[in-house]
């Protein structure tokens, strides 16, 4: 068994929720900006809404930094991007193709650094930088308390009145595999 699905095991609000919706990995991106992108889609929205935009955006262009900078705003647009989701895509091209971004330059890049980076581009905050870390570079350590799946998850197998702060303090006992205890919780509220 691995270290992540020991300390989950053992976890008295984890451990039953490993059982029924266990085991849980945690692979990097095949390719870092397409999930950079899908995060900056993500935002604020349902995932059935993210999925279809997703899905005419990856139609209707390549999604690599040249092709979202080349596409035009109304075909960005037309695909159900926001006039500001524009704006963030094309920031995270900027800085993709102007840094070099991909999983090499991270890879020995701790992860507040990382999320420090990320947050620098207009448009990418805590929450998309975060699901950078989980989804992009399989980082196991990262609790997005920013996300409302995870307090949803959180006030439902732990305590329905815990603040933000309360559950950051209390997802400190799945450390380092708070990755997957997050995946975990998401799963027992889908």
């Given at each position: 068994?691995t270290?992540?699905?020991?300390?989950?095991?053992?976890?008295?609000?984890?451990?039953p929720?490993?059982?029924?919706h266990?085991?849980?990995?945690?692979?990097?991106?095949?390719?870092?900006?397409?999930?950079?992108?899908?995060?900056?889609?993500?935002?604020?929205?349902s995932?059935?809404?993210?999925?279809?935009i997703r899905?005419?955006?990856?139609?209707?262009?390549?999604?690599?930094?040249a092709?979202?900078?080349?596409?035009?705003?109304?075909?960005?647009?037309?695909?159900?991007?926001?006039?500001?989701k524009?704006?963030?895509?094309?920031?995270?091209?900027?800085?993709?193709?102007a840094?070099?971004y991909?999983?090499?330059?991270?890879a020995?890049?701790d992860?507040?650094?990382?999320?420090?980076?990320?947050?620098?581009?207009?448009?990418v905050?805590?929450?998309?930088?975060?699901?950078?870390?989980m989804?992009?570079?399989a980082?196991?350590?990262?609790?997005?308390v920013?996300?409302l799946?995870i307090?949803?998850?959180?006030?439902?197998?732990v305590d329905?009145?815990?603040?933000?702060?309360?559950?950051?303090?209390?997802?400190?006992?799945?450390?380092?595999?708070?990755?997957?205890?997050s995946?975990l919780?998401?799963?027992?509220?889908?």
């Amino acid at each position: 068994m691995t270290r992540h699905a020991d300390t989950l095991r053992a976890d008295p609000d984890l451990g039953p929720l490993y059982d029924t919706h266990g085991p849980i990995e945690l692979d990097p991106a095949e390719d870092l900006f397409e999930r950079t992108v899908v995060s900056i889609l993500r935002q604020q929205i349902s995932m059935d809404a993210a999925a279809a935009i997703r899905g005419r955006l990856f139609e209707e262009i390549e999604v690599t930094p040249a092709g979202v900078l080349a596409a035009d705003e109304p075909t960005l647009r037309e695909a159900g991007l926001s006039a500001a989701k524009v704006e963030y895509v094309r920031n995270v091209a900027e800085a993709f193709q102007a840094e070099g971004y991909d999983l090499a330059y991270f890879a020995d890049v701790d992860d507040d650094a990382v999320l420090a980076e990320l947050t620098d581009i207009a448009g990418v905050g805590p929450w998309s930088a975060k699901m950078v870390l989980m989804f992009g570079l399989a980082r196991e350590d990262v609790f997005p308390v920013e996300d409302l799946g995870i307090r949803a998850a959180m006030e439902e197998v732990v305590d329905p009145e815990l603040t933000r702060a309360e559950m950051r303090s209390h997802a400190e006992r799945w450390a380092p595999h708070r990755s997957y205890a997050s995946m975990l919780l998401w799963r027992a509220i889908e």
